[in-house]
């Protein structure tokens, strides 16, 4: 079975904290993706990644940014956090094509104060 | 992005019921898949169905679908507690990623 391992369960930050949101996937896939999800707006897109080194803007990329260095680890990056950006953050991969199945993670649920 | 859209957006059952839930979209698809989600949970993959089939089955699941109608829908028979979850459809829709909906939390009650 695929594994998706977000690094954290639950992280609490502080305003303008830069916070670092670790997935790993343990199949070898091309792609991952970070969501976040909202009560009442579902899942929305943030980033995904193709390739090592290669990533494309989501629905709502303003924000984050993201680092892909090996093909294993894609990592989800706030650069200033803000309260606006409290929410459930869901990492995801997939094999051959984007367009899934999407293989989770179990979620990081980020509170920031 | 075009978003498909489940119906309902709440479903209480009893243990033994069966559940339906649908899913309509606005543009044409290749493939349209359904995830669940337990509380707190990340989502796991369900089932796949391609746009030139009209019904899948996977053990107590039913998915059906109808592109004429831009409509797709879920079945769960014989529901068990366990099934209590948040369901979501997504579909390509012509996009390089999926488009999830706001999902339909189903309660199974013993």
């Known amino acids: 079975d695929v594994k998706v391992t977000q690094s954290s369960r639950y992280l609490v930050k502080r305003t303008g904290e830069k916070v670092f949101l670790e997935c790993v996937q343990d199949m070898d896939h091309e792609n991952m993706f970070w969501y976040r999800q909202d009560p009442g707006l579902g899942l929305r897109l943030i980033y995904f990644s193709y390739d090592v080194k290669m990533k494309e803007k989501g629905d709502i990329p303003e924000g984050y940014s993201v680092s892909r260095e090996k093909k294993e680890r894609f990592s989800l990056i706030l650069e200033s956090a803000s309260t606006n950006q409290t929410s459930m953050y869901l990492c995801?991969?997939?094999?051959?094509?984007?367009?899934?199945?999407?293989?989770f993670g179990n979620g990081t649920r980020l509170t920031v104060t | 992005s075009q978003q498909g859209e489940e119906d309902p957006q709440a479903l209480s059952i009893q243990e033994g019921e069966n559940a339906t839930m649908n899913c309509s979209y606005k543009?044409?698809?290749?493939?349209l898949q359904w995830y669940r989600q337990n509380s707190g949970r990340g989502l796991v993959h369900l089932i796949l169905?391609?746009?030139?089939?009209r019904e899948k089955h996977s053990g107590r699941l039913r998915v059906t679908l109808d592109t004429s109608k831009k409509s797709s829908s879920l079945l769960i028979t014989a529901s068990r507690a366990a099934d209590t979850a948040s369901y979501f459809c997504?579909?390509?829709?012509?996009?390089?990623?999926?488009?999830f909906g706001k999902g339909t939390m189903l309660l199974v009650s013993p």
């Open positions: 543009t044409s698809i290749n493939n």
């Open positions: 995801a991969s997939s094999f051959g094509t984007t367009l899934g199945p999407l293989h």
């Open positions: 169905i391609r746009s030139n089939e």
């Open positions: 997504a579909t390509d829709g012509g996009y390089s990623t999926l488009t």
